[in-house]
Structure formats: structure tokens, C-alpha cells
């Protein structure tokens, strides 16, 4: 899988000729690219309504490219109202096949205006990935890595809205993932933290490889 971090909790991922953007929220402070820079696309997922995960810029995106938006029930019924052709609405549990890639809608303990917040995990031919949102730590996690059989896995660590870096290790370690990717961190000063940290605890425990990413870069993530 080739992954770019967008900055905060925002991914695009490349893998099996498709493209998919997660969270898109390039008018964020840290994002590298803005929506004008976005050639391709295939589908956009956002777990939930609130302004710095990017609902705004992927109705811009999918109204560009084509590609499907992908959301609970309420806020896809909304990117539907605000023009996007091709919209999927799944509720938690539930999932759908988009172009051969399976896309699961699951629970996420935060906030949020229109249905619930969320998590995806994303099966593709050559792997699986979980970004939970933004989410507290919760034990359902270890199903998620029975059930789905986690590759990558995008976990938020600047706590304060979020999980910080105790809870991320631990959801790191139910989830038991092959790859873990640190994220939702220094946007903000309230959400700062460092990920060294982060790594060190989990390398210390020797069972997932921890990638640290800066918004911009872009890595071939070995699954």
C-alpha cells in the first residue's frame, strides 16, 4: 500500500489501482495539497461531521473525480443533497463492495451532529486497514482484529478530543495489526504529543512495526 499522510488524521491510499482518501481535510493547517491538487480518486470515507475531518473537501473531491462518498447513513444522505453523484449510506456493522473493495462501517466512542461517529476498516486485495476516526480506547478493538485481520492501523494519540498515547498502545495491541501509523497529533497545541513515545512502547512489546509519518510524506507500507 502506498500511503500519503495529509496532516491530522487525513490519508490517501493507493493500493490495487484505486485511490482512497480518508478524512480529506485539506483545508486543514497541516495538509500539503488542496483539493484543486487532487487528480484521482475513487473513493472518499469520512468517519464523521466534524470540520477538521473533511466532509467539506470530499464533496468537492467526489464532485471532481467521480469517486464514491462513503459515510453513516445521515451525513452520506447529506453529500447526496449537496450534489455527489455517487453515495453509499451504511450503518454500523454494515458493509458494501465498491469496484472490489470492501469498505465496513464500525463504532467509534467521540461525537457528532448528524448520526454517529465512526471507523472503517477497508479490505482491498492486497490488505486490510483500519482508521477508527476519532475514538476513545474501547475492547471491541480486539473483535475488529479477530474478525477482519488488520494490516495498517491509523490510531489518534494527542488525547485531549482523542485517545492519547497509553490508550493508543493498548488499541494498538487489541487491534494486533501488522503496521501501525500514528495520527491526530500537533495539529494544535491541545493535541500535542510526541510519537517517539509512541514507538518506543510499542516496539518495546516487538509485535506491530511502527511507521511515523510527517504530513507530505508519502510511504510504501510493506503488509
Sequence with gaps: MQVTYLGHASFSIKSDGKTIFVDPWLNGPTSPIKVGDVTEADL?????????????????????????????????????????ENVHTLNIGGSVEVGGVTVTLVQAFHSSTLGTPTG?????????????????????????????????????????????????VKATELVGPKVVIPMHFDTF???????????????????????????????????
Design 189 to 223: 497545541p491541545a493535541i500535542a504529543a510526541n510519537p517517539k513515545q509512541f514507538y518506543q512502547k510499542v516496539t518495546d512489546k516487538g509485535k506491530t512495526k511502527v511507521e511515523i509519518m510527517k504530513p507530505g510524506e508519502t510511504k510504501e507500507i510493506d503488509i
Design 44 to 84: 472518499c470515507l469520512v468517519t464523521h461531521d466534524h470540520g477538521d475531518h473533511g466532509y467539506a473537501e470530499a464533496v468537492e473531491i467526489c464532485k471532481k473525480t467521480g469517486a464514491t462518498f462513503v459515510a453513516i447513513n445521515e451525513l452520506a444522505l447529506k453529500a447526496k443533497e449537496d450534489g455527489v
Design 120 to 168: 472503517f476498516i477497508v479490505k482491498l486485495p492486497s490488505g486490510t486497514f483500519y482508521h477508527p476516526g476519532d475514538t476513545g480506547l474501547f475492547y471491541d478493538m480486539k473483535l475488529f482484529g479477530e474478525l477482519y485481520d488488520i494490516d495498517l492501523f491509523f490510531v489518534p494519540i494527542g488525547s485531549y478530543y482523542v485517545m492519547g498515547i497509553k490508550e493508543a
